[in-house]
């Protein structure tokens, strides 16, 4: 029922928070970006999750197993709601709040003021997100080992 | 109060034992303690099949990727193998009786 | 069936094992939607449900048939969280490691019952 799809689950979880990772990575290495293929300064890229339903295929097959399945199963699939399949990423986005103006006459890219748009990352921000995704991270490789390790425990079942 | 492993087995060999000493309720005394004793290992045998079948359908399930319960494989197969044991077991009893009855009718 | 009487005991310890592995995936998605907006998260009810058939119908061996582990949303909206996510990532853990401790007792359970019979068998008088 459950062991193999538990891991997809904490995969997907993994994968979604590596895809954040890379984000923030990216956001800090540009951070001092005047000037991208756009013309623009470097716009900060953040993403939204969503939770992963499961596909159509999937809900309809364990239905069908749970009602035409062995006569001896008579376990079923999902009473109640269905279980979500994990978390994958909506969309990436960039973020639309303003561009830090700063006072830089000396620089190339100064406008008439002497200001100079620099991109809208805040390190702060990037750094303390960088801990969740790390932390969330751990967190799904943990369900991971303990779902590996419950289904190694299933295994000494009539050994002994 | 859960009945022990050890009451059931019992049990099951009492009833056996019990066919043997012609103790049944068939009409027919001559042959009523043979077919009971017959009945009963045609039943274990059958269950012991079933038992088998669904062992294999469970590891076959497994195998095709239809279900992945690592447990339910597991119970399926111990339960086929402990109800192989009884039957042999039983068999062996059963013969065991047979051969002691050959004995007395010398 | 003379069989069903053999293993009659192993069928609470059965649905019980079912119903951890559930858990076990339920938490596994808790967890991975820890940062999803508006995501509630997921328990299951097992235990409970037991409790009331093996309370009314007196000892282990009541119609445990009937009994499924559902799995419910808990709506309660008492996190902190602005984002409508209301997972605590910390009782998860917690849960899982309650669920995997409770998994092995099962499992070292079902193990003892089948040795137990095989003892039995294996006796000879």
Redesign the interface.
Known sequence: ???????D??S??LT??RL?MDLISQNIANADTTRTEEGTPYRRKTL????KKRSFSDVFNSKM?SIVG?A?D???E??????????KVGKIVEDQSPFKKVYDPGNPEADSDGYVSMPNVDIVQEMVNMI?AS??YE??V???N??K???M???????? | MAISPIGRVNEIYKQTSQALKGTSNDGDNDTGAFKMLFDAAKNVAYDTTKLQNIAENTTTDFVTGKIDNIHKVLIDQEKANVALQFTVELRNKAIDAYKEIMRLQM | MIMNNLFSNTKVLEKALDASILRNEVIANNIANVDTPDFKRKAVKFEEMLRNVVNTSGGENGNVDSIEPEVYTDLANLSYRSDGNNVDIDTEMADMAKNTMKYNVLISQMNSRFRDLKTVMKSSY
């Open positions: 029922m459950s062991f193999f799809s538990s891991m689950v904490s997907s979880g979604a928070q954040r939204t999750f969503e939770e197993r062995n001896q008579d376990s079923n999902d009473s109640g709601e269905s279980i979500g399949a994990g978390v969740s932390r969330t967190a799904n943990t369900s991971m303990t779902s390790s419950m289904a425990k299933a295994l000494e079942i009539g050994r002994g």
